[in-house]
């Protein structure tokens, strides 16, 4: 059983940063690939970046690629993604998930456990 908790979303302007965080609670975190997804209003949920379990792999959406970089840190059970040169498109719920693989995931369905969110909002 993984609990995960999301922390760092707010408010920024068009060319902007923020680093978003998720705690993990339980001993295996380290045994699990993690992914960040994002949901706008009025849209479905949507794959943003994936890290495998040690963090020696990671994959992002074409919409954030050079822009988002997704790390972990296994010793403080911790996630990271720090979004650079945000646009208002980036605007949106921002969710951490927990997969039991080792190896990067992409959709949805692969996650076993999610977070709550963080909103994120991009003023142009």
């Known amino acids: 059983q993984v609990q995960l908790k999301e922390s760092g979303g707010g408010l920024v302007q068009a060319g902007g940063s923020l680093r978003l965080s998720c705690a993990a609670s339980g001993r295996t975190f380290s045994t699990y690939t993690m992914g960040w997804f994002r949901q706008a209003p009025g849209k479905e949920r949507e794959f943003v970046a994936t890290?495998?379990?040690?963090?020696?792999?990671?994959d992002y959406a074409n919409s954030v690629k050079g822009r988002f970089t997704i790390s972990r840190d296994n010793a403080k059970n911790t996630v990271y993604l720090q979004m650079n040169s945000l646009k208002p498109e980036d605007t949106a719920v921002y969710y951490c998930a927990a997969a039991s693989a080792h190896t990067m995931r992409r959709m949805i369905y692969e996650y076993d456990y999610w977070g709550q969110g963080t909103q994120v909002t991009v003023s142009s």
């Open positions: 890290i495998s379990w040690r963090g020696s792999n990671t």
